[in-house]
């Protein structure tokens, strides 16, 4: 077994609300190496058809994000993990010191960042066709603004110890069909090579996680048969393989790769 050097490391997780999102599972992954974990998720609500729920598709996904973190919680809680979980909104600056002002309180500090939290539409309109203001500001609010204010507000209460890891998509330079959300996590990753730069003297790293399409309960039977064909590997990227990721660049052992973008993605979108 790898030892990570992160026993009573505080990670401080968004996107954290769907039981198998890979915000989830990298908490489990973090707390299974024996880190404090604090988790931050919003409720998103929209439609799903409840008789759906039972198997994966985009009913089981949108219900999970439009829940509270309880069922991740009890998870956690069955691990013996040490752990807090705040329902804010990342998008908003007051909320995101708010955030910061919790995990500090109970904690004392912030070792690792993890910008999980996205948004875009999901109602097939994000395209130049069809793209509206509204799609365009909701989308940049969380994935840029957002994960810029929880990066800064790291960096100005920085300790001992950091580590900063964005999570992008691995088709970002070239999304057809989804613009927004792709251009959002492109500048996500160039702001990741930028902050690294930055930051670099106060021996912070800042690395970006792009994985390719993951099962995260969204994907259901039909759409995996058309997708996997295009996975090199043959096969869906799962939250666990994204987590030990996130895990890695986390670590001791990575604190020289700093402004990397690294593709979980099977060889897809390569």
Known sequence: MVNYGLKNRVALITGANNPQGIGATTAYAFAREGAKVALVYKKVLRYYDETKTDKNGTDRYYQANAGNANVVGSRLKEMNAD??????DISNEDTVKEIY???????????????????????GIDTIEKITQKVIDDTFAVNVRGSMMMTRQFINHRGDYGRIINLSTDASQ????????????ATLEALTRSIALEVAKYGITVNCVAPGPTQTGW????????????????????????A???????????RMITGQVIKVSGGHAL
């Open 83 to 88: 752990y807090m979980i705040i329902e804010s």
């Open 101 to 123: 002002s919790a995990v500090l309180e109970r904690y004392g500090r912030i070792d690792i960042l993890v910008n999980n939290a996205a948004d875009g539409d999901m109602d």
């Open 174 to 185: 070239v999304f057809a069909g989804q613009i927004t959300y792709g251009a959002s996590k």
């Open 219 to 242: 994907i259901d039977d039909d759409l995996e048969k058309a997708v996997v064909p295009i996975i090199p590997m043959g096969e869906l990227i799962q939250p666990q393989d994204v």
């Open 244 to 254: 030990e990721t996130i895990l890695f660049l986390a670590s001791e052992q990575a």
